[in-house]
C-alpha cells in the first residue's frame, strides 16, 4: 500500500513538470506534447510520445508491448512504472500477435485476459499476463529492435492545456492479430 501511494506520488510529480509547459495564446496552435494512456498491472497509465529513438536497437530493461501492433486495437501495456528498479523513459518495443493455432477466443478463456475486457476491450493489462500466455502458447512476441522515449506522467499532466491527447477508442480485436 505504501508502495503504491510512493509510486502514485512520483507519477504526480512528473505531471506537475508537465502541466507547466508553455501554452500557446492561439488554442488552435498546440505547443504542448502528445500523450497516450497505457496498462500496468492491470491499471491505467499515461505518457508522452517522445518518438523511436533513432540508431538505438535496445536500451535498458524497460519494456512495451503492443497488442497486435501501436495502439491497433488497445492502449500498449508497460512493464515499469516510476519508482521500480528498471522503470526508465526509453521503453524496447514488443509486438504481441496471436500464435499459429491461437485465437482471440484462445485468449479469452485463459486466466490471462484482462478483466477489462467485457466493458472496455483490453485484452492485456499487465506484461505478467503476456508472458503467461507466451508461454502457454497462446502469442508470440516480436522484438523489432525499436527503442522509444516515452516518459510516464500523471492523468492531469496527460489532459494538461496545449496537450494533445491521442484516442481512446480502439477496434475491436479480430480473431487473430
Known amino acids: 500500500m505504501v508502495r503504491k501511494a510512493m509510486l502514485m506520488m512520483v507519477v504526480l510529480a512528473l505531471g506537475v513538470v508537465f502541466i507547466a509547459a508553455p501554452v500557446s495564446a492561439d488554442p488552435g496552435n498546440s505547443t504542448g506534447a502528445t500523450t497516450a494512456n497505457g496498462w500496468y498491472e492491470g491499471e491505467e497509465i499515461y505518457y508522452i510520445l517522445g518518438g523511436v529513438e533513432e540508431g538505438v ?3 535498458g530493461q524497460n519494456d512495451l508491448y503492443l497488442i497486435g501492433g ?3 486495437y488497445q ?4 512493464e515499469f ?3 521500480e528498479a528498471g522503470y526508465s523513459p526509453h521503453w524496447n518495443v514488443n509486438v504481441v500477435g496471436t500464435a499459429p ?7 479469452l478463456a485463459s486466466p490471462y485476459a484482462s478483466e477489462h475486457y467485457e466493458d472496455e476491450g483490453v485484452l492485456f493489462d499487465d506484461v505478467e499476463d503476456i508472458l503467461a500466455a507466451q508461454a502457454d502458447g497462446l502469442v508470440t512476441i516480436d522484438h523489432p529492435g ?3 522515449l516515452c ?3 500523471s492523468e492531469q499532466g496527460a ?3 496545449g496537450n494533445t491527447e491521442l484516442s481512446e477508442d480502439f477496434p475491436v480485436f479480430p480473431d487473430t492479430f
Not at 75 to 78: E, I, K, R, W, Y
Not at 101 to 107: E, K
Open 57 to 59: 536497437t535496445q536500451r
Open 70 to 72: 501501436d495502439r491497433a
Open 75 to 78: 492502449a500498449n501495456v508497460a
Open 81 to 83: 512504472i516510476p519508482g
Open 101 to 107: 493455432g491461437s485465437t482471440l477466443a484462445d485468449i
Open 146 to 148: 525499436v527503442v522509444v
Open 151 to 153: 516518459p510516464v506522467i
Open 159 to 161: 489532459e494538461a492545456p
